[in-house]
């Protein structure tokens, strides 16, 4: 019971290490090599669990071993152009200038449906509104619809807007966030100042965050029942 449970702990904490030095980007999307990184470890990693006979080291070494290889196999894609297109391939251009391109469909295996609830899901009913649809070597579709589709923005209108940036939360769930606040170029005094000016106290405040242009938003906890 205790072989199992010190076995399962360290294999978790190793996965977890490793899988942060192979990076955020390959955590959150994944390519053809970097699935079957993943499922290579999911299964060497549960083999000492599931079989406590089996020597741990049998289960570190190769977990290490194919790590080191994808890490190595991302940078040198990066340097070798060759590798890129072997491991990643290239985006397929599903909708070309307003028109769908049978052939790239049947040669992705794509079917009609699958291809117009990709349109719907990002907010387009009619695939006349699409001038590109392009699916990426994620497997992702990157859509860019027709000029006419395109919302109206300040730049089209010939309005000047101020940059907001990125708001910074000052509070979050009556916690204040000292290195944010720092950031935003406030201090305790400002929010005293806000807190008074809404009459509530820190710790009363669910979320405040303040951006480039001092604008500031404020909510406060609900109170309970």
């Not at 994808?70 to 070798?80: A, S």
């Not at 000047?160 to 910074?168: F, I, P």
Request: proline share 4%; aromatic share 6%.
């Amino acid at each position: 019971m205790y072989t199992i449970f010190f076995r399962t702990l360290l294999i978790y904490i190793l996965i977890t290490l490793l899988l942060r030095a192979m990076g955020k980007r390959q955590v959150g999307e994944l390519d053809m090599s970097e699935l079957v990184t993943t499922l290579l470890l999911s299964q060497i990693a549960s083999l000492p669990i599931e079989e406590p006979e089996i020597p741990i080291l049998h289960a570190i070494i190769p977990i290490l071993l194919i790590v080191a290889t994808e890490i190595i196999i991302t940078y040198l894609k990066g340097k070798v152009k060759f590798l890129r297109k072997l491991f990643e391939g290239k985006p397929s251009v599903i909708i070309d200038r307003g028109k769908i391109d049978q052939k790239e469909m049947s040669r992705m295996r794509l079917t009609l449906d699958e291809l117009l609830s990709e349109i719907r899901q990002q907010g387009f009913g009619d695939p006349a509104d699409v001038y590109y649809a392009i699916l990426e070597e994620n497997g992702k579709f990157s859509i860019l619809p027709r000029a006419e589709k395109n919302g109206l923005t300040p730049a089209d209108a010939g309005i000047k807007v101020k940059e907001s940036g990125c708001a910074l939360p000052i509070i979050c769930d009556g916690e204040i966030k000292g290195l944010n606040l720092k950031k935003s170029g406030k201090d305790e005094n400002w929010l005293a100042a806000v807190c008074k000016r809404e009459n509530c106290r820190p710790d009363e405040i669910f979320l405040l965050t303040v951006d480039e242009n001092n604008q500031v938003q404020l909510t406060k906890k609900e109170k309970k029942a």
